[in-house]
């Protein structure tokens, strides 16, 4: 993400609680989503996720378990943050751009 430093703080010093557990929701949905796998599916993921289509899926995937556990609003509002950090880092911005939902997709997931 950003490790760089803005008024003193970090990324993870500045975001909300709500959304520090947002971010963290869907992370957990990674390893939800890992534990599933057989190895043979492991190794299926890991060359999947080389392409870009493979790892927007498990983005996605990781934001709908974040989101069926009820962390859909913090997931939310963790993209809002990033999305509107001023001291965001651009080539972290490009790569969230590309790879990860959207915020409009986020809530459609929510609503959905």
Do not use: W
């Amino acid at each position: 993400m950003n490790n760089t430093t803005c008024s003193g703080k970090n990324l993870m010093q500045r975001i909300s609680p709500e959304a520090l557990t947002g971010v963290l929701g869907h992370e957990l949905g990674h390893i939800k989503d890992y534990s599933q796998l057989s190895n043979f599916g492991l190794i299926k993921f890991m060359i999947a996720y080389i392409s870009k289509k493979g790892r927007i899926a498990t983005e996605i995937r990781a934001d709908k378990i974040a989101v069926e556990h009820n962390l859909g609003k913090e997931l939310l509002e963790f993209n809002e943050y990033i999305m509107n950090d001023i001291c965001g880092n651009p080539k972290y911005l490009k790569y969230k751009k590309k790879y990860y939902n959207s915020s409009e997709a986020i809530n459609n997931l929510v609503i959905n």
